[in-house]
């Protein structure tokens, strides 16, 4: 006599990605289909990667990488280690509240990722700071 298995119920796994996180990446394809930037495309590829391989980057690296009125991206989080010597602006999925403080005291401009790609002019160079 042959044994019935069970049927197992199909669940549905509960989504474990930021949804703020999964907009933002389906942004940055599209901006880089669309614009022709590169840029766009390697931020979505570093934002998709897992949360313990995302980028994080002070303060002290993004000022030693840049010069007056660069634009960096950073896709992942901007920590607050170290000074920021001169006005930047800066792009990243996430801040610290620390971080936003000094960008603002040293002069420098602080966005989102999404905000990148509606106010970054055509053919200008950012910097993905890693």
């Given at each position: 006599?042959k ?8 669940e ?9 996180l ?14 022709g ?5 390697a931020?979505s ?27 960096a ?9 170290g ?8 792009a ?9 403080e ?7 401009e ?13 053919g200008?160079k950012?910097?993905i700071?890693?």
């Open positions: 006599m044994r019935k298995r069970k049927e197992k119920k199909e549905e796994k509960p989504n474990l990605k930021n949804p703020e999964e907009k933002t990446i389906k942004e940055l394809k599209t901006a880089g289909k669309t614009s930037h590169a840029y766009f495309s931020l590829e570093e934002l998709d990667k897992a949360k313990r391989a995302r980028i994080i980057v002070n303060l002290s690296a993004i000022s030693r990488l840049t010069t007056e009125g660069d634009i991206a950073v896709a992942g989080k901007v920590l607050a280690s000074e920021l010597k001169h006005p930047v602006t800066i990243a999925f996430a801040f610290s509240d620390t971080a936003l000094k960008i603002k005291a040293a002069g420098g602080a966005k989102t990722l999404t905000q990148l790609i509606a106010e970054t002019p055509e200008c950012v910097k700071i890693k």
